[in-house]
């Protein structure tokens, strides 16, 4: 059955990183929709010291009432989780599933940073300091097990918004409501704060969870499982 689905990206990336997942399941016979946000890939040039988490929730928003979509499928990838989560809140009654890809999962009161410890953000900040403050370059990611020709998208990344690491969303849990949630976790490699919201979500009844051999970037190290991962869950 064709579905409605939107993916949102993670931090330093672009929309374009969801591109040979968005094909197959195009293939597949799903409308897929891709947000861009602003201040990365293909709007790096709005990057400024004002766009922070509501930005990013608020391009997701505007891409859903203007394709007046409803009964759709969410999926986020890391620093996407934080995204689609405000969003889900937002719009609870018009999504059908949450799938969330080794990504972050807030709770109400809580930033990017907070999520990643004081370690982590204190090296964030660090390096946010060398772009004036503004945005947090990119981390040197291994990519070896991105395939070849998918390279191109691990080496185009551009500075992330500060100010969205360190806002705290704002909930009201309504995001709950929806029933079919899935957290896809990539363990090669993995930072402690993924593997530490994997722990906590396998262990709720309420959630579905599954494990995929991968580093992070699974959508682009392996596009074809992480397509058929979707398109099996909303299904």
């Not at 999962?105 to 999520?115: C, I, K, R, V």
Request: hydrophobic share 40%.
């Amino acid at each position: 059955m064709s579905r409605k689905i939107v993916l949102v990206q993670g931090a330093w990336g672009s929309s374009a990183s969801w591109t040979p997942v968005a094909d197959i399941l195009r293939g597949m016979g799903h409308h897929v929709f891709v947000p861009s946000l602003t201040g990365l890939g293909e709007r790096t040039h709005l990057l400024s010291g004002s766009i922070n988490l509501d930005t990013h929730i608020a391009d997701v928003a505007g891409l859903i009432e203007a394709e007046g979509l409803d009964e759709f499928d969410l999926v986020g990838h890391s620093y996407g989780g934080m995204v689609i989560t405000g969003v889900a809140d937002r719009y609870v009654e018009r999504i059908r599933t949450l799938t969330y890809l080794d990504a972050f999962l807030p709770e109400n009161g809580q930033s990017a940073l907070d999520l990643l410890g004081p370690e982590v953000a204190l090296a964030n900040l660090a390096m946010a300091g060398e772009l004036g403050g503004i945005a947090v370059p990119p981390p040197a990611r291994h990519a070896t097990r991105v395939p070849e020709h998918l390279r191109h998208y691990m080496t185009s990344r551009s500075p992330h918004p500060l100010a969205s690491m360190i806002q705290k969303i704002r909930l009201t849990g309504a995001y709950l409501k929806i029933e079919k949630r899935l957290y896809v976790s990539a363990p090669i490699d993995q930072s402690a704060i993924f593997s530490g919201i994997y722990e906590k979500v396998s262990a709720d009844p309420s959630w579905q969870s599954m494990t995929v051999e991968s580093g992070h970037m699974l959508q682009l190290e392996l596009p074809e499982e992480v397509a058929r991962i979707i398109h099996d869950f909303v299904g």
